[in-house]
Each structure stands twice: as C-alpha cells, then as structure tokens.
C-alpha cells in the first residue's frame, strides 16, 4: 500500500502542472485584454488632438475665423469631452470660453496650454485603459450659435 504522504505529494504535483499553466495564462491574457484596451483608448485620443489640432489653427488666421470654422472646432473639442483627460478637457473649455469672449490676450497662453496637455495625456506611459474622472456636468458648458 502507498503511503500516505507520497499521495499527497504526487496528487499536488499533479494538480500544479494543471493549474499553473491555467493560472499563469489567465492572467496573461487579463494583461493582454488591458493592454489592448489601453492601446485602443491612446488611438482614438489621438485622432481627436489631431482633429483639434488641425482645426485650432483656422480660428486664429486674419481677423477671425468663420462660423463653420467655429462650429467644426467646437465639434472637435467636444469629442475631447468624451476620451480626453480632466486636464484636455479643462484646458480646452478655458481656450473655448476665451475665443468665445474674444479675451484675445489671453488666447496665446490658453493655446499652448491646450497643447501641452494634450500632449502630456498622450506621452503619459498608461498600461491601463484610462480610469475616474473628477469632472462634473459643469465642466461641459453650453456653446453653440449664438452662445
């Protein structure tokens, strides 16, 4: 009769060499499946800052911008208000709000400041799809024709 002991030894062994490897690919693929998303949310960041940087630049030539340039612009800045970061979505209500006021002493500041965080939420290094915002419906003012 087998000892005891030596079952017990050889029936972990066994279960181990089962286990592990569904353990270990598991969480291999919880990583890849985060990943991926994190990758996605990076991809379609960056397409709105280049839609948004592409449009930015209209407002600004000769006297003013037009008011399709204005509505395509605010367009852009509202798809930041859905995959942006509190701190894009922030700095570009302040731009926006500044154009709408037309404070153009304040536009060269504000339009680097929209800049840079845009840029510093895309050269964040993030393994993980973005998380929690602070930010209320307050945050997401009212601009249209007329405003």
């Known amino acids: 009769m087998a000892d005891p002991a030596v079952v017990t030894?050889?029936?972990?062994?066994?279960?181990?060499?089962?286990?592990?490897?569904?353990?270990l690919g598991a969480v291999v693929w919880t990583g890849q499946l985060l990943a991926?998303?994190?990758w996605t949310a990076?991809?379609?960041r960056r397409d709105v800052y280049l839609e948004v940087v592409k449009l930015i630049d209209t407002?600004?030539?000769?006297?003013?911008s037009t008011p399709e340039q204005r509505r395509e612009y605010l367009r852009a800045v509202r798809k930041t208000w859905l995959v942006g970061s509190d701190e894009v979505v922030l700095a570009g209500n302040k731009l926006?709000?500044?154009?709408?006021t037309s404070r153009s002493s304040e536009y060269d500041a504000l339009y680097r400041a929209f800049i840079a965080a845009m840029r510093h939420d895309l050269n964040r290094?993030?393994?993980?799809p973005p998380g929690r915002t602070v930010l209320t419906e307050m945050n997401f003012p009212l601009e249209g024709p007329g405003r």
Do not use: C
């Open 96 to 100: 926006s709000e500044a154009i709408r």
């Open 59 to 64: 407002l600004f030539i000769g006297t003013g």
């Open 42 to 44: 990076y991809e379609q």
């Open 125 to 128: 290094r993030k393994w993980l």
């Open 9 to 23: 030894v050889n029936w972990t062994i066994e279960v181990a060499k089962i286990a592990v490897p569904v353990v």
């Open 36 to 38: 991926q998303r994190a």
